[in-house]
């Protein structure tokens, strides 16, 4: 868990033979006799309700510009700092921002977490993790249990967390903001941080039938996840381009994970008549679909070209580097952390954000020709 560390500094006493400076000496309005510049204070030097000031603090949209601009200053003139603390208790909930997660890569939930945290640094807001099975009996009630006990401001849940409409109806329930991360709209605008997994599996499928190949295999992930659905119909569409079917032999269900990866990959390759090419559904298992490789003595690509999905630091930096569908994972967690920012504050949204894959062509995938 990531939280904010409080430290609480008393003004040294002066010692009593030490010369005061004088009353006329320059110094804050509310320097002299003061321990604490308050919320009040701050209305009265600004002229404004205390409403107004909690308004300008929590970025509230109703507020003309001019007053905010004149809030802002005299609070950073005054050095004023709301106590978080205190503001949780006033609005009854944590400056807490929840990802809830439940993704076998961790890579993934890496990069989500980067850009969550790109978007709360300076803000009063703290990232808390919280990973979570889908597949437990009593993962809906765990999680409630979660929100009731700690109140956070608002819960992230890229996929296949998002996926899951009974837990966004709890979380509407609690009246506790979110944003979904999905390959389809599956809420408001204002709750939808879009990806289009399936376009992106389609540029995977044109990439390796325009280099020659016909028997290509596909590594998908759990059918769990409406993304493993989304890149598989992707991939099929692509193919049916160039007049081509994915055989179903040739496809197989993965953990979106190192060693998922490797298992099927050892099952695809050690085949009398193996595939020329693998699209994987993440870059975890296409890395893994390399061990698989070298295993067996197949080079790559001279023997077997290889395509992932998320474009993860790793495709860069393996040997050969790996041609991948690129979604700008870290861009998307700061976006839904934007997204999440507004509806805490009550602005108003009204379009999606969305994210189109790009396939990244490296060193992982050659011509048949």
């Known amino acids: 868990m990531y939280g904010a560390l409080i430290a609480i500094v008393a003004e040294n006493q002066m010692p009593e033979n030490t010369t005061k400076k004088s009353d006329s000496a320059e110094q804050s309005p509310l320097s002299a006799g003061r321990a604490k510049v308050t919320i009040n204070d701050i209305a009265r030097l600004a002229n404004v309700s205390k409403?107004?000031?909690?308004?300008?603090?929590?970025?509230?949209?109703?507020?003309?510009?001019?007053?905010?601009?004149?809030?802002?200053?005299?609070?950073?003139?005054?050095?004023?700092?709301?106590?978080?603390?205190?503001?949780?208790?006033?609005?009854?909930?944590?400056?807490?921002?929840?990802?809830?997660?439940?993704?076998?890569?961790?890579?993934?939930?890496?990069?989500?977490?980067?850009?969550?945290?790109?978007?709360?640094?300076?803000?009063?807001?703290?990232?808390?993790?919280?990973?979570?099975d889908r597949s437990a009996a009593n993962f809906s009630e765990k999680l409630e249990r979660f929100v009731e006990r700690h109140r956070p401001a608002g819960v992230i849940m890229p996929p296949s967390v998002?996926?899951?409409?009974?837990?966004?109806?709890?979380?509407?329930?609690?009246?506790?903001?979110?944003?979904?991360?999905?390959?389809?709209?599956?809420?408001?605008?204002?709750?939808?941080?879009?990806?289009h997994d399936a376009d992106g599996a389609a540029q995977a499928a044109r990439h390796l039938a325009s280099l020659g190949?016909?028997?290509?295999?596909?590594?998908?992930?759990?059918?769990?996840?409406?993304?493993?659905?989304?890149?598989l119909a992707g991939f099929k569409d692509g193919l049916k381009e160039f007049e081509l079917e994915l055989d179903d032999a040739l496809t197989i269900e993965a953990g979106y994970t190192f060693d998922s990866g490797v298992r099927a990959a050892d099952n695809l390759l050690s085949r009398?008549?193996?595939?020329?090419?693998?699209?994987?559904?993440?870059?975890?298992?296409?890395?893994?679909?390399?061990s698989s490789a070298?295993?067996?003595?197949?080079?790559?690509?001279?023997?077997?070209?290889?395509?992932?999905?998320?474009d993860t630091p790793m495709a860069s930096r393996i040997a050969p580097a790996l041609t991948?569908?690129?979604?700008?994972i870290r861009d998307m967690g700061g976006e839904a952390a934007r997204a999440?920012?507004?509806?805490?504050a009550r602005q108003e949204v009204t379009e999606n954000q969305s994210f189109n894959p790009e396939i990244i062509v490296r060193e992982s995938t050659r011509s048949l020709a």
Do not use: W
Not at 162 to 185: K, N
Not at 213 to 231: C, D, T, V, Y
Not at 340 to 344: D, M, N
């Open 340 to 344: 999440l920012l507004k509806l805490i």
């Open 324 to 328: 991948t569908v690129r979604l700008p």
């Open 213 to 231: 190949h016909k028997r290509i295999a596909h590594i998908h992930g759990p059918k769990s996840f409406r993304s493993a659905h989304e890149r």
């Open 162 to 195: 998002s996926e899951d409409e009974a837990l966004c109806e709890m979380l509407r329930s609690q009246s506790c903001p979110y944003v979904r991360i999905a390959s389809r709209d599956l809420d408001t605008p204002a709750h939808m941080v879009r990806t």
């Open 51 to 132: 409403k107004t000031v909690s308004r300008v603090l929590n970025d509230h949209p109703i507020v003309r510009a001019e007053t905010r601009a004149k809030v802002k200053q005299i609070m950073a003139e005054q050095g004023y700092a709301p106590d978080p603390q205190a503001r949780a208790l006033a609005f009854r909930r944590s400056f807490l921002i929840a990802l809830a997660y439940d993704n076998p890569s961790p890579q993934y939930v890496v990069n989500m977490q980067r850009g969550i945290l790109d978007e709360l640094e300076g803000s009063d807001y703290q990232l808390v993790l919280h990973p979570v």
């Open 294 to 310: 070298r295993k067996l003595g197949l080079k790559i690509p001279d023997d077997l070209s290889i395509v992932g999905f998320d």
């Open 272 to 290: 009398s008549k193996r595939p020329t090419a693998i699209f994987a559904g993440n870059d975890e298992m296409a890395i893994g679909i390399y």
